[in-house]
């Protein structure tokens, strides 16, 4: 089988009563279990972050979360601390059904760059190394889940189209963040990446 179900950030920070939680999220779990059956390799995504990472907040002296800022390779939103590696919140969700996953990959480890995509880090250089897995194994359609569809899933859409993969978002397993519309502008810039929302 030449698809590829790809689960983006499942980790109880990122689920009702995590530190970034994204409203609903818990409730994608039991649909991304069941799609999982009809993928020949599924992937996680995991982040992964240092406890100094430049992402969080309280790393930034009088900063609040939900702040933008200029990071060297350009705006970067400032979070609630959250994914800390080894924490549980950086552990994925207990129902999530971790068995299928034939790769879990870890990104935003580096403190000085964050990356929402599971493609490229933030400043769209940095490669996490996954295209040549996928195209190693001869991988050409890619659906994701997971969240946030408006941050990391989105970002890695819209890599996964430019680099060629034939990219779908199946958006009933997916939850956003929404601050700002950023819902909206998400869609609209995965839209004409080539993406299909399904
Ligand atoms: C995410 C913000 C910060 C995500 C990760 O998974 O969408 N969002 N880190
Ligand atoms: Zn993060």
Redesign the pocket.
């Known amino acids: 089988m030449t698809n590829a179900l790809i689960v983006?950030?499942m980790q109880n920070d990122?689920c009702p009563g995590g530190n970034?939680a994204?409203p609903h999220g818990d409730q994608i779990v039991a649909p991304i279990n069941k799609l999982m059956e009809g993928f020949g390799t599924v992937i996680l995504t995991q982040?992964w972050h240092p406890a100094d990472h430049t992402?969080f907040a309280d790393n930034h002296d009088g900063a609040a979360p939900f702040d933008v800022v200029q990071m060297p390779y350009g705006p970067q939103?400032l979070?609630p601390r959250?994914?800390v590696i080894g924490t549980p919140g950086a552990a994925f969700h207990r129902d999530l059904d971790v068995r299928r996953a034939d790769m879990v990959l870890r990104k935003?480890f580096r403190a000085g760059i964050?990356s929402?995509s599971a493609f490229h880090e933030n400043d769209h250089r940095t490669q996490t190394g996954l295209a040549g897995y996928l195209r190693e194994r001869g991988i050409t359609q890619l659906s994701l889940v997971?969240?946030?569809h408006?941050?990391?899933?989105a970002w890695s859409a819209i890599d996964a189209a430019k680099l060629g993969f034939e990219t779908r978002v199946i958006e009933d397993a997916c939850r956003a963040?929404d601050m700002d519309g950023s819902l909206a502008t998400a869609r609209t810039a995965m839209r004409d990446a080539g993406v299909a929302l399904v």
Do not use: P
């Not at 408006?150 to 899933?153: A, K, L, S």
């Open positions: 983006i950030d990122f970034l994204v982040d992402s939103v979070w959250h994914c935003g964050d929402y997971g969240l946030a408006d941050f990391c899933v963040i």
